[in-house]
Nanobody
């Protein structure tokens, strides 16, 4: 079992920045990890991911150029730096870790962007 805990959400004005963190209870080395978000009344959608095998990152078109993903394996943490936030970025943001055939999710952290 792996526990994921997100933090760093909050209320920010349009154009502002936030940095989300996700800490895992176990090692994240050798595993892909990602961020998803879910706005009220909408399905959960992909935001960004780190692909271990390629050592690469991928971000959704809707956030490209504004959001970036990174991680610190030694601290078992993953980050989502969010800049130039827009009201449409308002959502609950979830940390995601597929590991050993199971899918782990955090409880989510609320991000609200006011116009």
């Amino acid at each position: 079992q792996v526990q994921l805990v997100e933090s760093g959400g909050g209320l920010v004005q349009s154009g502002g920045s936030l940095r989300l963190s996700c800490v895992a209870s176990g090692s994240i080395q050798y595993y892909d990890m990602g961020w998803y978000r879910q706005a009220p009344g909408k399905q959960r959608e992909f935001v960004a991911k780190f692909t271990e095998s390629w050592g690469s990152t991928t971000v959704a078109d809707s956030v490209r150029g504004r959001f970036s993903i990174s991680r610190d394996v030694s601290k078992r943490k993953m980050y989502l730096q969010m800049n130039s936030l827009k009201p449409e970025d308002t959502a609950v943001y979830f940390c995601h870790l597929p590991k050993d055939g199971l899918l782990y999710w955090g409880q989510g952290t609320q991000v609200t962007v006011s116009s």
